[in-house]
C-alpha cells in the first residue's frame, strides 16, 4: 500500500529533552511537509523540503530541526528550544506544486 | 497579511440535509484550494480541490464553489450522514515555494456535526 507513515502515535518526553519523529513515504513524491496542529485550531508549517538535502523553515521553525537525506524520509526533531512542544505533528508530502498534500496519521507528542 | 478564515466555528445539520461550509481568503494571487476533512485523532483527508480557472467543481456528495470576486469558497456536502461528522479545513495555495511543492495556508476549521 502506497502512503505516508508516522511513527510513534504517541510520544511523551521530559523537559529538555531532544525528541525526533519520524515520517516516510512510498509516493515518490519529492516534496514533504511538517505541520503543527494545536487543539482546535488549523495546520501551522513549521519546515519543508522540495527535494532531497533541501529544506525550508516554515512559519514556526523556531525550535525545530529536520534533515531531507532520502526521497523517503522527512524525520523532525523537536529540541529542548521548543518553548511549548506539547501538539499535534502532521507530516504531508506531495508531488507537486498545484496538487494537493497527502497527510500521515500525525504523532501526539506530549512533554511533562 | 494573507489569512484564510472561516465564518463559523461549528455546524450542526440534521442527517440527510445538505451542509455548506463556507471559508474566505484574502491572497488574491492564489490559485489552488483544497478542502480537507479531519476526524478526531487523525491527520486530514483530501476531499476535493479547485483551481482558480474554475468557479465549480463536483465529487461525489461534495461540490466546491469559488467566487474569486469576494475571494470565498464554499464546500457542499449533499445529504450529510452520520460519518461526515468531522472537523473541514480550507487552505489555499498561498505560494513562496518555487518549482515543486506548494505552501498551503489552512483555515481554522469548521467542526460539523451531523444529528440524528
Known amino acids: 500500500d502506497g502512503g505516508i507513515t508516522q511513527s510513534p502515535k504517541y510520544l511523551f518526553r521530559k523537559e529538555g529533552q531532544n525528541v525526533t519523529l519520524s515520517c516516510e513515504q512510498n509516493?515518490?513524491?519529492?516534496?514533504m511537509y511538517w505541520y503543527r496542529q494545536d487543539p482546535g485550531q488549523g495546520l501551522r508549517l513549521i519546515y519543508y523540503?522540495?527535494?532531497?538535502?533541501?529544506?525550508q523553515k516554515g512559519d514556526i521553525a523556531e525550535g525545530y530541526s529536520v534533515s531531507r537525506e532520502k526521497k523517503e524520509s522527512f524525520p523532525l526533531t523537536v529540541t529542548s528550544a521548543q518553548k511549548n512542544p506539547t501538539a499535534f505533528y502532521l507530516c504531508?508530502?506531495?508531488?507537486?506544486?498545484?496538487?494537493?498534500?497527502?497527510f500521515g496519521p500525525g504523532t501526539r507528542l506530549t512533554v511533562l | 497579511g494573507e489569512s484564510v478564515g472561516l465564518h463559523l466555528p461549528t455546524l450542526s445539520v440534521q442527517e440527510g440535509d445538505n451542509s455548506i461550509i463556507n471559508c474566505a481568503y484574502s491572497?488574491?494571487?492564489?490559485?489552488?484550494f483544497i478542502w480537507y476533512k479531519q476526524e478526531s485523532g487523525k491527520g486530514p483527508q483530501f476531499i476535493i480541490d479547485?483551481?482558480?480557472?474554475?468557479d465549480k467543481r463536483q465529487g461525489q456528495r461534495v461540490t466546491v464553489l469559488l467566487n474569486k470576486t469576494v475571494k470565498h469558497l464554499s464546500l457542499q456536502i449533499a445529504a450529510t450522514q452520520p460519518g461526515d461528522s468531522a472537523v473541514y479545513f480550507c487552505?489555499?495555495?498561498?505560494?513562496?515555494?518555487?518549482?515543486?511543492?506548494?505552501?498551503?495556508?489552512f483555515g481554522t476549521g469548521t467542526q460539523l456535526k451531523v444529528e440524528l
Open positions: 504531508a508530502s506531495s508531488i507537486r506544486r498545484d496538487s494537493e498534500q497527502f
Open positions: 523540503s522540495q527535494i532531497v538535502n533541501d529544506f
Open positions: 509516493l515518490n513524491h519529492d516534496a
Open positions: 479547485i483551481r482558480s480557472n474554475m
Open positions: 491572497n488574491s494571487a492564489s490559485d489552488y
Open positions: 487552505a489555499e495555495n498561498s505560494g513562496g515555494v518555487t518549482g515543486g511543492g506548494n505552501k498551503l495556508t
